[in-house]
């Protein structure tokens, strides 16, 4: 596998009755290339599950797994939590909890429904890269979060205004 890219970018699109929204170019760029179908045709799996702070989705490529599993198992080293514990299993169940969905060659794929109401995602999906993955908001969830950084909210709000969706 070529060196993993950052996930760099947004975009919006429109969720339909089904869940169905798109990746948008640059995000699904780099899920191609940090997670590359064996056999070369385009598309893939994106994992999908609810963010453990923010109310939203984060999903990552397969590629990011290990690496992920590898800081939780340091960090849990590090502190000295007890094996078996609550407090061992939760961030490790959260973590699994991810689902594996395709995405085909235009980045179209289905929001997982119980994520996607957890999240409150209805009819439009705002993305948003964060280096090594990206967040699925509800763009109204996001504009109204107090812990969301303020251009992030200028650009839902501009890219939503530009497809003509009102919030």
């Not at 409150?120 to 969830?141: K, Q």
């Amino acid at each position: 596998m070529s060196e993993r890219v950052d996930y760099l970018g947004k975009g919006v699109g429109l969720v339909d009755d089904k869940g169905r929204v798109a990746i948008p170019n640059t995000l699904r760029a780099a899920l191609a290339q940090n997670a590359p179908r064996p056999d070369g045709k385009d598309g893939g799996t994106v994992l999908v599950g609810v963010h453990p702070d923010f109310p939203c989705l984060i999903a990552h490529d397969r590629g990011y797994v290990e690496h992920a599993k590898n800081q939780l198992i340091q960090r849990q080293a590090e502190s000295g939590i007890r094996t078996g514990s609550a407090e061992f299993y939760a961030p490790r169940m959260r973590g699994a909890s991810v689902e594996p969905v395709p995405f085909d060659g235009s980045g179209r794929f289905i929001l997982p429904a119980v994520e996607r109401e957890l999240a409150g995602i209805t009819d439009v999906a705002f993305f948003l890269g964060d280096y090594e993955s990206f967040m699925i908001w509800d763009p109204r969830t996001l504009i109204a979060h107090d812990g969301v950084d303020e251009m992030a909210k200028r650009h839902a709000t501009i890219l939503c205004r530009d497809k003509g969706i009102t919030l």
